[in-house]
T-cell receptor
């Protein structure tokens, strides 16, 4: 089955700086890679996703890059704000099918004021 | 956007009893629903995949006789934790996926505490 590795487990950055979280996956058949933000006790919220036919996607301060050859994808958050503090999870799956998501272990992002 | 609800949001039960959790897609039909479990400060782990009108598919290590899943309609899936034990205490989250794939929509989760 799929295995997703996520690094770092904790990331502390100064407000206004950029944050980068990296994930690798094992199953070359995976073609859908979402990123979720989860606040304590709440449901995961989709913040951005990318499919394997695209190398990069951007939505305002958030971007995701995908390297299919190396089987890794990264989340980039620019101009970080205090409200960006949360746990972020990457995930992978064979999109469009009936496969569930395999999640990384999560990154606790701390924005220092 | 699409909305998925879960009920109850939290439940406390005694060891040995059973608990049923409902997951509903409120404004769309879900071909597939998924059940995840999340222990404190850990990631979401897929437990099972539920398709309307057919038997659920369980992930390796998940006891199908303990975690009963019923997907009776395109908008409702239920998870019943049978003979619950304290180690079953966790945050259970469902998600729903519509026709043609696309993103998964997560429910708000159910906090189960077994005493």
């Amino acid at each position: 089955g799929e295995n997703v590795e996520q690094h770092p487990s904790t990331l502390s950055v100064q407000e206004g700086d950029s944050a980068v979280i990296k994930c690798t996956y094992s199953d070359s058949a995976s073609n859908y890679f979402p990123w979720y933000k989860q606040e304590l006790g709440k449901r995961p919220q989709l913040i951005i996703d990318i499919r394997s036919n695209v190398g990069e996607k951007k939505d305002q301060r958030i971007a995701v890059t995908l390297n299919k050859t190396a089987k890794h994808f990264s989340l980039h958050i620019t101009e970080t704000q205090p409200e960006d503090s949360a746990v972020y999870f990457c995930a992978a799956t064979l999109g469009g099918g009936a496969d569930g998501l395999t999640f990384g272990k999560g990154t606790h992002l701390i924005i220092q004021p | 956007g699409a909305v998925v609800s879960q009920h109850p949001s939290w439940v406390i039960c005694k060891s040995g009893t059973s608990v049923k959790i409902e997951c509903r897609s409120l404004d769309f039909q879900a071909t597939t629903m998924f059940w995840y479990r999340q222990f404190p400060k850990q990631s979401l782990m897929l437990m099972a995949t539920s398709n309307e009108g057919s038997k659920a598919t369980y992930e390796q290590g998940v006891e199908k006789d303990k975690f009963l899943i019923n997907h009776a309609s395109l908008t409702l899936s239920t998870l019943t934790v049978t003979s619950a034990h304290p180690e079953d205490s966790s945050f259970y989250i469902c998600s729903a996926r519509g026709f043609g794939g696309g993103q998964d929509y997560f429910g708000p989760g159910t906090r189960l505490t077994v005493t």
